[in-house]
């Protein structure tokens, strides 16, 4: 059961983005990343093709996952997941107010 998932709010805790806060875009299972809505952007050049207009664009890159926290909606501080189960079926419950996180 993966800690981090697809809509959670998370603050980057180490890297040049340090303190910033997001929503986890995708999660890379893979690769251990995850990439966060406006969190280390970088600049791509495209050049024109007969579909797109060419130009610079920028772009979020993924992170590594230990580098984010989840973001504690009922304490609005970072803090670590842990499963439990409850009425049989397995949730995410974070650590420092044991709220159980929704999915």
């Not at 929503?23 to 690769?31: A, C, T």
């Not at 984010?68 to 501080?77: A, Q, R």
Request: charged share 35%; net charge positive; no cysteine.
């Amino acid at each position: 059961m993966a800690r981090l998932r697809k809509d959670d709010e998370v603050v980057v805790i180490a890297g040049k983005d340090k303190g910033a806060r997001g929503k986890i875009l995708k999660v890379l299972v893979e690769r251990d990343r995850v990439i966060v809505e406006g969190v280390n952007k970088v600049k791509r050049h495209q050049k024109p093709t007969p579909k797109s207009q060419g130009g610079i664009f920028e772009r979020e890159m993924s992170i590594h996952i230990s580098n984010v926290m989840l973001l504690d909606s009922k304490t609005d501080k970072p803090s670590r997941v842990r499963s439990e189960f409850k009425d049989g079926k397995k949730v995410r419950v974070t650590v420092k107010s044991g709220t159980v996180l929704g999915s």
